[in-house]
């Protein structure tokens, strides 16, 4: 009976000191904001113009720490095993957390859905389907016809097996019934240097190299990935609205917890991050990125996460691709 109670005390202390340390959150200790891409990246630039009004906000020091590898999953997995309890979060783009359960079905390490507490939704940027200069007079219909006359002998750039550039352009051959071959390079600096040159006929690239090109002439764009029209990409209609409701293939950044962070960290996490993105100064720095700012609720950004890890997975396990 006296073991009993004493159990019972013990329990009641511990909870008593895990409301207190959550009301106090957060003390001295700083806030790691865990970017698993390099320092320059674009989710880098926006997370770390993010990180100095969140930290005069909660009145405390927030690090940026870059840990990138493996397409982003280095750094994922690091925040997934992380004491859940608001000095570390997460600030990715989508790959790590939609496509890579499936692109890493032995290796990943960590469970997205299962493993993080999502926050809110930063920023989002569709991708622009870009074109040879032989192709500039043509609209997108006249340019699947061209590829359907020639199966199999046209060629489209990817940044990479199971590159989110790669799975889009998948994507989309499959709607569009066409078929062209793949070949991957470095980065989009050199898929855009072989579609100049004609090595590639097309491409889905992001704004930030295509539209330099496009505006100089030298390579044309047929539609964008978002279901809607893009402000800051005038004259370039979704692909949504040409043919193929519902395509949707954007980038988008957001920021998660681990998984079992406390409700009350989790919730003015959300207010004071929202509240940030949706400020004029990040909408301005989101648009000059090519991104646009959101700030959603932690509930949006789940349902987000759960809808496109089911659409990427059909498009993966239809290739039959692994990087394990």
């Keep these: 009976m006296k073991t009993r109670f004493a159990r019972n005390i013990f329990v009641a202390l511990i909870a008593m000191l895990s409301c207190a340390a959550q009301a106090q959150w957060p003390t001295e200790r700083p806030i790691h904001l865990i970017?698993?891409?390099?320092?320059?990246?674009?989710p880098d630039l926006l997370a770390r113009h993010i990180a100095i009004p969140l930290s005069k906000e909660l009145k405390q020091a927030v690090v940026i720490e870059n840990k990138p590898g493996a397409g982003g999953n280095i750094g994922t997995r690091q925040v997934a095993r992380a004491a859940p309890d608001g000095y570390t979060l997460l600030y990715t783009i989508n790959g790590p957390?939609?496509?890579?359960?499936?692109?890493?079905?032995?290796?990943?390490?960590?469970?997205?859905?299962?493993?993080?507490?999502?926050?809110?939704?930063?920023?989002?940027?569709?991708?622009?389907?870009?074109?040879?200069?032989?192709?500039?007079?043509?609209?997108?219909?006249?340019?699947?016809?061209?590829?359907?006359?020639?199966?199999?002998?046209?060629?489209?750039?990817?940044?990479?097996?199971?590159?989110?550039?790669?799975?889009?352009?998948?994507?989309?051959?499959?709607?569009?019934?066409i078929?062209?071959?793949?070949?991957?390079?470095?980065?989009?600096?050199?898929?855009?240097?072989?579609?100049?040159?004609?090595?590639?006929?097309?491409?889905?690239?992001?704004?930030?190299?295509?539209?330099?090109?496009?505006?100089?002439?030298?390579?044309?764009?047929?539609?964008?990935?978002?279901?809607?029209?893009?402000?800051?990409?005038?004259?370039?209609?979704?692909l949504a609205k040409q043919g193929f409701p519902g395509f949707e293939a954007t980038s988008w950044n957001a920021i998660l917890a681990p998984a079992g962070t406390p409700g009350p960290i989790l919730e003015r996490l959300s207010l004071v991050l929202t509240a940030i993105i949706q400020s004029q100064d990040m909408k301005e720095t989101a648009t000059r990125n090519h991104f646009t700012a959101q700030g959603s609720s932690a509930e949006k950004l789940q349902q987000l996460m759960r809808t496109e890890t089911e659409r990427w997975e059909a498009v993966i396990n239809r290739l039959q691709i692994s990087l394990d």
């Design 35 to 42: 970017v698993p891409f390099p320092a320059g990246s674009s």
């Design 179 to 238: 078929d062209m071959n793949h070949v991957p390079y470095a980065g989009f600096p050199q898929v855009m240097t072989a579609l100049i040159a004609g090595d590639i006929q097309a491409a889905f690239m992001v704004p930030a190299i295509a539209m330099p090109q496009v505006k100089a002439g030298k390579v044309h764009a047929l539609g964008i990935t978002s279901l809607e029209a893009v402000e800051t990409l005038p004259g370039i209609e979704p």
């Design 97 to 177: 957390l939609v496509t890579a359960p499936a692109l890493y079905k032995k290796t990943l390490g960590y469970a997205p859905l299962t493993d993080f507490a999502p926050i809110t939704l930063v920023a989002t940027s569709p991708n622009i389907l870009v074109v040879g200069n032989k192709f500039k007079d043509l609209s997108l219909t006249e340019f699947i016809s061209q590829v359907r006359a020639k199966p199999g002998m046209l060629n489209y750039g990817s940044v990479g097996t199971g590159s989110a550039s790669q799975l889009a352009m998948e994507l989309f051959e499959n709607q569009a019934s």
